[in-house]
């Protein structure tokens, strides 16, 4: 079974500039998460999808950060403009459905350095 | 709201012997409980997880947990550690409120290994 696809896996650009991050989940997983990991930290949810649509986005800085799902599969988070304190790791992560407890597979992520 | 606390940062272990990663959170509801462990330029993979039943979880690579409700505890131990097993290890939680939209981790700091020879 293939894992959780994500691209690019590095990324460096300027404060201010503007970045998009891919991913893939496992197929058939209709719950779609992304998390930000600044270095030395735990990851923190940004959003998660169910399917197509937005379960929770109470983390995501909505004045820079966008992200959607279009199809339920694959989905794309966007960075514009971005600042310094962005630079991390964004990891995407999928799982079967969105019961608590079902298992989440990690993606391995996109570095992410803003100068 | 819940929240982790992983009580060492770095820990240090020589080849064999064992190891104890302290894990305690906090929260006014139920939770399930997780470990996880990301090695260097990966994701995260899970190692093992507490939903219900016997309090003492067994998972992936010798790796085993005890939950301690009273305690607010989820200590993750190994009795003999690899060169592999140098990786960063996170202990998370999700909040059991019985409702199906869910499944939101939140993590700790995380506890970087690094095993010697």
């Known amino acids: 079974e293939a894992g959780v696809a994500q691209s690019p896996r590095y990324k460096i650009i300027e404060k201010r500039q503007s970045v998009a991050f891919w991913c893939n989940p496992i197929s058939g997983h209709a719950t779609l998460y992304w998390y930000q990991q600044i270095l030395g930290q735990g990851p923190k949810l940004l959003i998660q999808?169910?399917?197509?649509?937005?379960?929770?986005d109470s983390q995501l800085p909505k004045d820079r950060f966008s992200a959607e799902r279009l199809k339920g599969v694959d989905s794309t988070l966007k960075i514009q403009p971005a600042k310094l304190e962005d630079s991390a790791v964004y990891l995407c992560a999928s799982s079967l459905d969105d019961l608590e407890g079902d298992e989440q597979y990690f993606g391995p992520g996109t570095r992410l350095t803003v100068t | 709201a819940q929240s982790v606390t992983q009580l060492d940062s770095q820990v240090p272990v020589f080849e064999e012997a064992p190891v104890e990663l302290r894990c305690n959170y906090s929260?006014?509801?139920?939770?399930?409980l997780f470990w996880y462990v990301q090695y260097p330029n990966q994701g995260l993979q899970l190692l093992l997880k507490?939903?219900?039943?016997?309090?003492l979880v067994k998972g992936i690579n010798g790796f085993e947990a005890e939950f301690n409700k009273s305690q607010t505890s989820f200590h993750l131990r190994k009795p003999s550690v690899h060169i592999s097993d140098t990786a960063e290890y996170f202990c998370a939680v999700i909040q059991a409120q019985g409702k199906a939209a869910g499944n939101k981790l939140t993590f700790g700091g995380g506890t970087r290994v690094l095993v010697k020879p």
């Open positions: 507490y939903l219900s039943g016997s309090t």
């Open positions: 929260s006014s509801v139920s939770v399930y």
């Open positions: 999808f169910q399917n197509n649509g937005v379960v929770d």
